[in-house]
């Protein structure tokens, strides 16, 4: 193996303003007034798209659903250079905005969990981290912009969701009505109430009205929540001083502020203090860059009609809490690191999901192992509708891995089996063409994030 590299440092260059996202409706992304943005930064950094080696476009929130996300999340990656491209649901974004804010790295360094609760205009993605590791992901409807207010205080826009619940718990609050600061401040509340209990009371999030995905069962033997860390745009107003008018409250054309001060409030009922950062409405995407460049061991399995390939994602393996030989454990663990995949990267068809699994040094080297590892790996991919497996291992264990899953399939299913390569959860991966016979380059791409 070739010595591993890692960053040892980040200096700041250039850092643009905020823009909000140009619309030309409520479900389409203006394509010409973003790309004219990104030109004009580009030209105020002085930089040419070829002057940048690495990167990423990442596309989160409500504007990841508008109907022409991905279409123009590819086309501003081509444009800007070699660039990673994700376009992140809520359980993706809430491990970004975790790892942007210092949650992950602060999980490292304390006992129980840090929990990283992203509040921004639509969404509040929380996620759960203990030991540097995301151990789970809750996503809320809960933003400052779910309720759009004037300079008054008039009801600009209800968003469908937060419109629904509003009537069900009984709030005659209408689009074109003039809004009375205390009800506003009341709705905060309730949905501070919700967000705080559901993270840190370890209640089964099925039963918050304003969840949404497919949040993992609690199971009651997850570490206590140590601390709890605030970032997006409503976490940088969580020091800012209370509204005392409702054209106050309204600066912002949203209940952000609002929503801000409520968490607060809320927060003091609980033996936890709520935490921002100096980057907190940055946390999602800091940096990007290629940290690593490595070759694989010789012990692989490559179908080379499927190089090269470039930006793929790295679902890791969890370690298994395995009694000696436990191998129906083990095909567990694979099985939800397949499940993990498809909730986070599977927002297009089927057959196009591709992903790679990443399997821990801890795995042993023994054919029962490796037959297990194999078949549950193929029954996965089969049963999400993936037309090709991606294995990346630690061990010298590739080759034989993939010689099981060509015989179990009977050469059928399409894969691509590397080992002595280390990637991280969250790294994105390029695999080259065949180098000196077997020997397989490989770019592992780390989003790079400092609090």
Known sequence: MLPGFKITGRKLLYESPMYSTPLLSDREIDHLALHAILAGEY???????????TGAVIITGETAVKHNADQIVHHLARFAGKFVVAQAGGDLEAVLAGKGSGAEARSQEIAGQVVNVDIGGGTANCAFFAGGSCTRTINFHIGGRLIRLGAQGEVLKLFPVIEEWLRREGYGLAEGDLAELEQLKEITGKWSVMLLDTILNSRDPKGCPLVYGQPEEVTGTAEPVSELWVSGGVGLLLEQPGTRSLTEAARFGDIGPLLAESLVQTAANYSIKLRTTPEAQ???????????????????????????????????????????????????????????????????EPADLLFAVALPGFIPATYPVIRRIASAATEASLRNGMKVIILICENDIAKAVGNVIHLLTLGEQRCICLDQIVVRHGDYIDIGFPLDGDCIPVAVKTLVFQP
């Not at 030209?43 to 080696?53: F, G, H, T």
């Not at 940290?291 to 994602?313: A, E, K, M, Q, W």
């Not at 009694?323 to 927002?347: H, N």
């Open 282 to 348: 940055r946390a999602t995407v800091i940096g990007a860059g290629v940290h690593t460049t490595t070759l694989s061991g010789s012990t692989v399995f490559v179908d080379s009609t499927l190089l090269p390939l470039r930006n793929i994602p790295v679902v890791k393996l969890s370690r298994p809490e395995l009694a000696e030989g436990d191998l129906p454990g083990l095909a567990s663990a694979v099985e939800k690191a397949y499940a993990e995949g498809k909730r986070r990267f599977g927002t297009g």
């Open 43 to 53: 030209e105020r950094a002085a930089l040419q798209p070829e002057d940048v080696d």
